[in-house]
């Protein structure tokens, strides 16, 4: 228990200082970008001194590590800051684009762990003959293809030549929910190579725990494959598995500015983006946190997992 907690203590203060290492250099690399809020509002041809009294009513003529400093004490009493460009507290842009991105993530989970796990074990049980070829060669060629490609594919067949699903989510809202068809295609992008990394890291694992002397063990005491297979090969799979659905988890709520920028959703990669177009420091640095908490939770919580389930897994051997 000690052992544990000493993990967990260590694994906080890492976090912790990745997350504070994370906000500085992103405020550093906003900092270092050419123009700044005032230049995006004064227009496309900003007088001087429009600029200057922009800049001025927005605090932006005071030095950064200044700035830095308001924001970060105003974070550690959970105050986000506010937007230099609508005024609004950076919170209520949080907010605002979470639930979008939630739902793909959510939705893309709830596809991923089935479908990922039934084409590994799938593999691993035809291990050598056809349907595990079958099943490897689809994930590779799948895996290969960048999301922004295969976006455009998927629009380009089922959405402007069949005509089957809208090609964006543009007029739909945030609750989009109400409009299932318009959350088809961006869930499959953002399936298609979680689903191949998944099945063959579950594939790989139960490889390895069928061809384990136990497992002939068990095959002479007649033990059936079935029991086998789930009770003893699938838990030494579960380790790494468990722990790539966290990375997975993570990128899907952080990382999905690419397929939400193709598709037009209204989440979290989307505030993003407008955010950096219009050097909107605070709602850069705001998503930086929550995307670095996030990061530092779901890690830390995948390896808690992995750590329980791998001596479990030693002891079934």
Not at 10 to 34: C, H, K, N, S
Not at 60 to 85: I, K, M, N
Not at 125 to 140: C, F, K, N, Q, W
Not at 143 to 158: D, H, K, Q, R, S
């Amino acid at each position: 228990m000690s052992a544990l907690r000493s993990f967990v203590a260590r694994r906080l203060l890492l976090g912790a200082l990745q997350t504070v290492a994370v906000v500085l250099l992103v405020f550093a690399l906003t900092e270092a970008l050419p123009g700044d809020a005032a230049v995006a509002l004064a227009g496309d041809q900003p007088d001087p001194a429009r600029i200057a009294a922009i800049r001025q009513a927005m605090d932006l003529d005071r030095p950064a590590y200044e700035r830095l400093v308001d924001w970060a004490t105003g974070l550690l009493h959970g105050d986000f800051g506010t937007s230099l460009v609508s005024g609004r507290p950076v919170g209520q842009y949080l907010s605002d684009g979470f639930g979008p991105t939630l739902l793909l993530a959510a939705l893309t989970l709830a596809l991923l762990v089935p479908i990922g796990f039934g084409l590994g074990v799938l593999a691993a049980r035809h291990a050598g003959r056809i349907v595990d070829r079958l099943v490897s060669s689809v994930t590779s060629a799948v895996y290969a293809i960048p999301e922004f490609a295969l976006g455009v594919l998927l629009v380009t067949v089922f959405a402007l030549k069949l005509s089957w699903l809208p090609p964006t989510a543009v007029g739909y809202g945030t609750d989009l929910l109400v409009h299932p068809a318009a959350l088809v295609l961006p869930v499959l992008v953002l399936l298609s190579r979680p689903v191949c990394s998944l099945s063959r890291l579950v594939r790989a694992g139960m490889i390895d725990a069928l061809t384990s002397p136990y497992v002939a063990q068990a095959r002479r005491y007649g033990i059936s494959g079935a029991r086998i297979r789930y009770t003893h090969a699938l838990p030494n799979a579960l380790a790494p598995a468990v722990q790539h659905l966290a990375r997975t988890t993570d990128w899907l709520l952080c990382g999905v500015i690419v397929v939400e920028a193709l598709f037009v959703v209204p989440g979290l990669g989307t505030v993003l983006l407008n955010a950096v177009a219009e050097r909107d420091v605070p709602v850069v640095q705001g998503l930086a946190v929550v995307f670095g908490v996030l990061t530092v939770v779901l890690n830390l919580g995948a390896d808690l997992v992995a750590h329980r389930l791998t001596p479990r897994a030693v002891v079934a051997a």
